[in-house]
């Protein structure tokens, strides 16, 4: 069973462009989450989707945005780049919501801003 | 506010000691999920151990195991017999219980290095 592939793997933006990620999740699985790691701020929560809709959002600006399609494939958007917008962004998809399932995590996507 | 503390930034354990990870959080939920995740320099992030608030047993999975004291409000991961492979970043993290459109929205940690020496 393939995992959570996200694409591309590294990016190299310029402040005030914008970006698009790109995540699949695992075959059969409905929820998708994407999160920021920084080296100083760790793990944020952006937000969540479940069969195409936004159940949860985390605590960043309206520049971050996001959608899920039907297939349940997801894309983040991010507008008007800034420096502090370099991270490591990791999208994790489960099956469900049942409180116990774990969350498979895609190899991430690291964007730097230049 | 919910929060996870991990008070060890680095650790070091000798090939097939056993190695416990602390981990302790904070909040006024009834009902809650701890999670442990490894991540090692590739960058993905591996699930390892689940224990919901209500469980009566403490979780294991193979070689990891977790002792939870739910009056201390800790968490802590204990690798048994280390493996060279175990060298990685480790994150506890917790999820709220309160409806199912929270739990999803995991709280981490930041993190704790382990190194393990051959």
């Known amino acids: 069973k393939a995992g959570v592939t996200q694409t591309p793997r590294y990016l190299i933006k310029t402040r005030g462009q914008q970006v698009t990620l790109s995540c699949s999740p695992i075959s059969g699985h409905r929820s998708v989450s994407w999160y920021q790691q920084t080296p100083g701020q760790g793990l944020q929560f952006l937000f969540e989707?479940?069969?195409?809709?936004?159940?949860n959002k985390g605590n960043f600006p309206g520049r971050f945005s996001g959608r899920q399609f039907s297939n349940s494939r997801s894309e983040m958007n991010v507008s008007t780049l800034e420096l502090g917008d370099s991270a490591l962004y990791l999208c994790a998809s489960s099956s469900g919501t049942a409180k116990n399932q774990p969350q498979h995590f895609g190899d991430g996507t690291r964007l730097s801003i230049l | 506010a919910q929060k996870i503390t991990q008070t060890q930034p680095g650790m070091f354990v000798q090939e097939k000691e056993a190695v416990t990870l602390d981990c302790t959080y904070d909040?006024?939920?009834?009902?809650?999920?701890l999670f442990w995740y490894k991540q090692p320099s590739s960058g993905e992030m591996i699930f390892l151990i689940y224990q919901g608030s209500y469980d009566q047993q403490n979780a294991t999975e193979g070689r990891y195991s977790l002792n939870f004291q739910k009056a201390r409000k800790s968490a802590n991961l204990v690798i048994s017999a280390s493996q060279l492979g175990d060298s990685a970043m480790y994150f506890c993290?917790?999820?709220?219980?309160?409806?199912?459109?929270?739990?999803?929205?995991?709280?981490w940690g930041l993190g704790t290095s382990l190194a393990v020496n051959p």
């Open positions: 993290a917790m999820s709220r219980h309160a409806n199912a459109g929270n739990n999803r929205k995991l709280i």
């Open positions: 909040t006024s939920d009834p009902s809650y999920g």
């Open positions: 989707y479940f069969s195409e809709t936004q159940r």
